[in-house]
């Protein structure tokens, strides 16, 4: 039961990241109802989609990464696919969270940020290299503490609001293809869980019926969170400051100051704290998931000491951040479009054409959903 309960907390706390805060700004125009009715849609995703590399880690025999089983089952072309796309918005990842988390901190103390960006790297290295017991303790931990912090924080927002304005509800803007477009490759971004697909197989020692438990409340829990963190967000804000909520809806708000007003118009200085730790915790839970999916598939292709792969994983962002400030924030833009080949493509190719899988109606329409995303991120790019 505890190692169902913590592949569970690692899922949620993968999936809960950035887009805590990036998703208000990007479903401000789309109204709840449609925004409810896609992120359903996502849990639904996302879930098969990992179902999909659950499947090949079962035909293998043994856990891999998306990366390590596209070599062994299909070859060259797949492997250098997977392992290209793979690696760009993992290490991509990476380094904004290394970014963000100094940033944050930077904000409580007066602190560089390199230093912080080192020290990062630092504690990554050390999480990663805990044996799995220490490790899935240690992360569940986490994983709770951000859980309940969003919880608080959702709890504050509320009461806040509802003091000021009870009656005030959140109304979109009219209806647009364009905000669609921009919607749908963050919030298939934001749940992001299949890189830790090989860890839950072998964690759960391969009992599918865990495995589908596991990832199947471990989606929902941020899918919820989601959901009631953007209704208190949109209240809040049009409660406080309509000219605000209105840039907002014009897409003239950035994430950073986002996380400001709400800080502010907290008017407590243990409430700004608060959602400052919010945020970090965040980011915090997201780099570990991310962390170890990537030791995993280094551990198969480059090398098997972990430590080694350890270093790898927090050395790369750590000089990319470092060398090149913000470097990777742009790639973010298209990362939805980078995550469809080893989250969808790649596995639906191997399942169908290499092992001979019957493809049913929720693997097809994963498919035609990774299509949607692809022209989604080409039609903003052109835009």
Known sequence: MEKLLNAILL????AIGAGLIALPLTSVNLGMNVSVAIIFFMVFVAYKTSMMTIDLNAANGKSASIVDLSRSISGEKAFITSMISFYTLSFSLLSVYFSGIANTL??????????????????????LSLKYSAFSKLNSVLVVSLLV??????????????????????????????????????????????????HVFESLNKDRKKIKIAFLIGILIPALVYIVWNSCVFENVLARDMFFFQKMQNHQISVGELIQF???????????????????????????????????????SVTSSKYMASGVVCAIPVVLCMA??????????????????????????????KLNRKMDFGDNLCVIFGGVVVLCELLGILH
């Open 106 to 127: 930077s904000s409580f103390f007066n602190f560089n940020d390199n230093f912080i960006i080192l020290i990062c790297g630092l504690v990554l290295f050390f999480v």
């Open 11 to 14: 899922v949620s706390g993968t």
């Open 262 to 300: 709400l800080c502010k118009s907290s008017g407590s200085m243990y409430m700004e704290i608060f959602f400052k730790t919010l945020s970090l915790f965040a980011i915090i839970t997201s780099a570990i998931g991310i962390g170890l999916g990537l030791k995993k598939s280094i551990e198969e």
């Open 149 to 198: 912090i969003i919880s608080s924080a959702i709890i504050q927002v509320h009461t806040k609001e509802a003091a000021i304005a009870p009656t005030t509800y959140y109304v979109p803007q009219s209806f647009s293809i364009n905000e669609i477009i921009a919607f749908l490759p963050i919030i298939f971004t934001s749940f992001g869980v299949q890189n830790i697909c090989p």
């Open 324 to 353: 090149v400030p913000n470097a990777f924030i742009n790639i973010l833009s298209f990362g939805g479009m980078i995550a469809t080949v080893f989250v969808i493509f790649v596995p639906y190719y191997l399942l169908k054409k």
